[in-house]
């Protein structure tokens, strides 16, 4: 096996716990897809301390990657911030009468610029892919998957509107506020679903390592209610938010934390672990699982080339 590639690899982990930081250590030269934005900001300097050599491009939102020399960097990130909708974040007044004092503000449902958003996402990432990147980097694939969502529910709502403007007695009339979708259900999750996995097989048919950033979230399930029956609730376990999927579709799953360690003078300090939850990887597998190792790409072939020598 190569030393550079590794496959799908999940990086699980609560905020600080340098998840995006362990993410950028992998193999260069490496595209780092900002969605969650203002944690490259976090974490590059670490990065950039400890290596003032690298050559690090920070793009700007929209910027065309068409323009750019990817030879000349190392690592390069783009921002993909949430559309802006002023609406939402300002409310809108409905009721009768002029004075405000009797009308009432309630948030639009109507969903604007995640469609657009990931169209342009789509875009760049398969440019990227074409690209002499050795990694991608998707951070975080959680709000990614909440993109893909909406995405679908904008699809929807357009949708809405199309056949309302269809209608001749309602063409000439604004669609209602109050008759947008509001959410999907369960059985249309397919399209973003279809869409997140197209992501995954795409990366590993252009032989790229797929790095995706997760915040966990708790499980639900069911569980005792203390009177000798069931309920549903929190089982007491944290799994991956986002994509339900991405847990059987990656080839390793680590899950980051901060531990109080001892250096080589003595002295307690913070360092950043991974523990091993999946390991599909050649010459690790399962004698893998539950492995704890420094959160860097280096501790992962360290951890390989010992197993692998014994």
């Not at 950039?48 to 290596?51: A, D, G, L, M, P």
């Not at 109050?178 to 999750?189: F, S, T």
């Not at 059987?248 to 080839?251: A, E, N, R």
């Given at each position: 096996?190569?030393d550079?590639?590794?496959?799908v690899?999940?990086?699980?982990?609560?905020?600080?716990?340098?998840?995006t930081t362990?993410?950028?250590t992998f193999?260069?030269?490496?595209?780092?897809?900002?969605i969650?934005?203002?944690?490259?900001?976090r974490a590059?300097?670490r990065l950039?301390?400890?290596?003032p050599?690298?050559r690090?491009?920070?793009?700007?939102?929209?910027?065309?990657?068409t323009?750019i020399d990817?030879?000349?960097?190392?690592?390069i990130?783009k921002?993909?911030?949430k559309?802006?909708q002023?609406?939402?974040?300002?409310?809108?007044l409905?009721?009768?009468?002029s004075s405000?004092?009797?009308?009432?503000?309630?948030?639009?449902?109507k969903v604007?610029g995640?469609r657009e958003?990931?169209q342009?996402f789509?875009?760049?990432?398969v440019?990227v892919?074409?690209?002499?990147?050795?990694?991608l980097?998707?951070?975080s694939?959680t709000?990614?998957?909440?993109?893909a969502?909406?995405c679908?529910?904008?699809?929807l709502?357009?949708n809405?509107?199309?056949?309302?403007?269809?209608?001749?007695?309602?063409?000439?009339?604004p669609?209602?506020e109050?008759?947008?979708?509001?959410?999907?259900?369960?059985?249309?999750?397919g399209p973003a679903?279809?869409?997140?996995?197209?992501l995954?097989?795409?990366?590993?048919?252009?032989?790229k390592n797929?790095?995706?950033?997760?915040y966990?979230t708790?499980e639900?399930g069911t569980?005792?209610d203390g009177?000798g029956?069931v309920?549903?609730g929190?089982?007491?376990?944290?799994v991956?938010?986002?994509?339900k999927?991405?847990a059987?579709?990656?080839?390793l799953?680590?899950w980051?934390?901060?531990?109080d360690?001892?250096?080589?003078?003595?002295?307690t300090?913070?360092?950043?672990i991974?523990?091993i939850?999946?390991?599909?990887?050649?010459?690790?597998g399962?004698d893998?699982?539950?492995?704890?190792?420094?959160?860097?790409?280096e501790?992962?072939i360290?951890?390989?080339?010992?197993?692998m020598?014994?």
């Open positions: 096996m190569e550079n590639f590794i496959g690899v999940a990086i699980v982990g609560e905020e600080g716990t340098c998840k362990m993410g950028l193999e260069l030269p490496l595209f780092h897809f900002e969650d934005v203002g944690g490259f900001r590059a300097w950039e301390k400890t290596n050599e690298l690090v491009k920070r793009c700007g939102v929209g910027e065309d990657l323009t990817f030879s000349a960097y190392d690592i990130t921002p993909y911030p559309p802006l002023q609406n939402k974040l300002m409310g809108q409905t009721g009768q009468g405000p004092s009797i009308r009432t503000i309630t948030q639009p449902k604007e995640m958003m990931w342009t789509i875009t760049d990432f440019y892919c074409g690209q002499r990147t050795v990694t980097n998707f951070d694939s709000v990614l998957w909440n993109i969502h909406n679908r529910l904008q699809e709502q357009e809405q509107e199309y056949k309302w403007k269809l209608d001749s007695a309602t063409k000439s009339v669609f209602p109050n008759e947008y979708r509001e959410r999907l259900q369960p059985i249309e999750y679903n279809d869409r997140m996995r197209t995954l097989d795409t990366a590993r048919s252009f032989g797929l790095i995706l950033v997760h966990p708790d639900y569980v005792a009177k029956g309920k549903d929190k089982t007491g376990r944290r991956i938010d986002g994509f999927e991405t059987k579709l990656c080839d799953i680590v980051t934390s901060v531990k360690m001892p250096n080589t003078q003595g002295k300090i913070k360092m950043p991974a523990k939850t999946k390991c599909g990887v050649e010459g690790m399962l893998a699982v539950g492995q704890e190792i420094p959160a860097s790409m501790g992962f360290n951890l390989r080339n010992l197993m020598s014994i």
